[in-house]
Structure formats: C-alpha cells, structure tokens
C-alpha cells in the first residue's frame, strides 16, 4: 500500500511539473508574427504583457494605454495583450520568464530588477529625489542609459517607466513630528535603505507580503505601513489607519521591460513608431496616478481620514546620519548620472 501511495506520489508530482512547464513555456504562445492581417494586408505582431496589478489600478490602466498607443503608431501591425492581475505570475517570476524569452513584456518595479542589477539600488534610497522632474530626468537621461547597459546582459529592453510616485504613511495614531514616529511598528518593502530610514525615525520597520497588511493592522501586528495616497483607498486601510502623512520619503518606478526574444520581432521601420507608442503610454499612466492620489485624498478626507504636514528636513537629516553610519555608497558612475539629474531640476 506505501508502495502504491508512493507511486501514486510520484506520477502526481510528474504531472504537475509538466502541466507547470507547459503553462511557462506557454505564455509566449500568441506572441510574435500571427496570421491575423491589417486592413493592409500586412502581418500583425502580437505580444503579451504581463501586469501584476488589477485592471483598477493605474499601472494596469497604463498597460492598457501603451497598448492602445502602440496599435494606433504602428498602424495595427503590433497589437498587445495585456494580462493584469498576476495572472502570469508576480513580478519577479514573469521578468524571469522575459529574460528565457518565454514572456514578451513585463512590469516591475525597480527594487525587483535591482536583484539583478545591484547597481540600480541607488534608486532605492529613501528621500533621494525631491520632485518628481528629478526622478524623471534621471531615467530619462543618464541613469536610463545605465540601466539599459545592464538590462541587455539579461536579454531584457527597458523600453519605459511608469510609476507608483512617492510613498507615504498610513498610520493608526497621528504622525505629524518625527518624534511620533518612536516605538511605531510599521511595515516597509524589503528594502535596506527605507528600513534604515525608519529606524532612523524611532520606528520597528518590519517587512511582509504586500497581502498581509491589512490583516497586520486588524489584529496589531503593526501600527502603520506605507505607499502611494491611492493606494490606502483601494487596499481599504482607511478602515484601520485613520492617518495619512506626506512623507515623501521614497520614489518607486514601475519599469516596462521586454525580452530581447520580442525586441528583435520588431522591424526596424515599426521601433521608432513602437517606442513612441509606448512613451504616450507610461506618460499617461503618470498622470492617472496623480489623478488618483487626488481623488483619493479627497474621498478619504470624507471617509475621516487625517492627513498631516511633517518636518522632512529632519526625516532627511535622521536618515543622512543613519546611512553615514551604515555605510551605504554606491557606483561612481551612478551616482554621477542621479546627481546631475537632482542639480538640473532642483
């Protein structure tokens, strides 16, 4: 009987291994030159892309938008697909996927493709820029080139930059002097440089699944955690922090990343129309997100929701001497491209 069971055990376990194999490998099976023709004649290029986010969000409506974009600046001839919700994946197996070219294109934030690119932690400082024209120039300009150096060791093309913008706190109790912060259990990303921030504060950063939050702040495994004004809206925090400080004390970009598999589909008369597609794209996303944060803070005040004014002059100069203390440097080279784009867009 232990025989048959292990037996059984194994044959299961086979046919589970290859039902996942054929769903990765499948991903990418609608993709590249299709049978479909455009009303001239000419063959469609078909992609997927796959967005971690639900299709309320504004990344996923971006998504949505660089697909739009792309099909009207080619002329139809490259349609794209845009799989939201995680439904391929979270972000960084699907970027995974990109890189074997088994995936086309793929959103992530930057901490995700820092795992392969340490260079790029740089942009995970807390409170490195202090505007938003300084975090766009820096990708825009100098430290894009970087990153795609880099990329195109991993068979990967950054082709743009949405974004979840600056991060803020969510609170149970107010937070409005950098004193408050002391004792607060809050959750962070997985991030050294925003834990180092906090605990600069007086805060206990913990880090934990995105999902597990709200639960954490029912039951008071923690007292706050942070993201984007909008988000605190439709994750439902409100209803257990009843807080909001402007803090501003980190810049997330979601990257829009596509396998060289898929690039190299590309003709070359249709990548200049394809790229400009896709910048009306992730340009439009950033003003969704700013839409959003707006007419959710708004909605929240409604809802009873406190925001407050902080001191970030003394966040920033805590977190100065925690990371003078920590030791944290970084490529010379990078850190040359982030300080060109901070002086020329003070």
């Known amino acids: 009987m232990k025989l048959f069971m292990k037996k059984a055990a194994s044959v299961c376990l086979a046919v589970t291994t290859a039902v996942s194999l054929l769903v990765l490998t499948g991903c990418n099976g609608n993709s590249g030159v299709s049978a479909a023709k455009t009303e001239l004649g000419e063959d469609v290029i078909h992609f997927k892309m796959a967005v971690a986010d639900n299709d309320t969000t504004p990344y996923a409506k971006g998504a949505k938008k660089i697909a739009e974009e792309v099909e009207k600046a080619t002329n139809g001839r490259i349609q794209i697909e845009v799989m ?19 995936l086309d294109i793929v959103t992530c934030a930057n901490s995700v493709l820092t795992n392969w690119i340490p260079e790029m932690s740089i942009l995970d400082q807390a409170f490195l820029f202090s505007n938003e024209d300084q975090a766009h120039a820096a990708v825009d300009g100098k430290v894009g080139e970087l990153i795609n150096k880099e990329a195109a060791k991993l068979n990967l093309h950054v082709v743009g930059y949405m974004e979840s913008g600056f991060r803020n706190v969510f609170s149970k109790k107010p937070v409005d002097q950098i004193e408050d912060f002391r004792g607060v259990k809050i959750r962070t990303m997985q991030n050294q440089y925003h834990m180092a921030a906090f605990e600069s504060f007086g805060a206990m950063p913990t880090s934990m699944a995105a999902g597990d939050q709200f639960t954490a702040l029912q039951q008071g495994t923690i007292d706050a955690c942070e993201n984007a004004v909008s988000n605190c ?19 997330v970009y979601i990257l829009v990343c596509m396998s060289d598999h898929a690039w190299k589909q590309i003709p070359d008369d249709l990548r200049e129309p394809f790229m400009e597609g896709v910048r009306k794209g992730y340009e439009a996303e950033r003003q969704y997100l700013k839409e959003a944060n707006e007419s959710a803070a708004v909605e929240l005040k409604e809802k009873g929701v406190q925001f407050y004014e902080i001191d970030n002059e003394a966040l920033q100069a805590a977190y100065k001497e925690e990371a003078k203390k920590k030791g944290f440097t970084f490529d010379p080279e990078w850190q040359a491209a982030v300080d060109e784009a901070i002086s020329q867009n003070p």
């Open 84 to 102: 939201a919700g995680g439904t391929l994946g979270a972000e960084r197996d699907t970027m995974e996927l990109a890189m074997l070219g088994s």
């Open 233 to 251: 809206l439709t994750n439902g925090f409100y209803e257990v922090t009843k807080n909001i400080t402007y803090t501003n004390h980190a810049f």
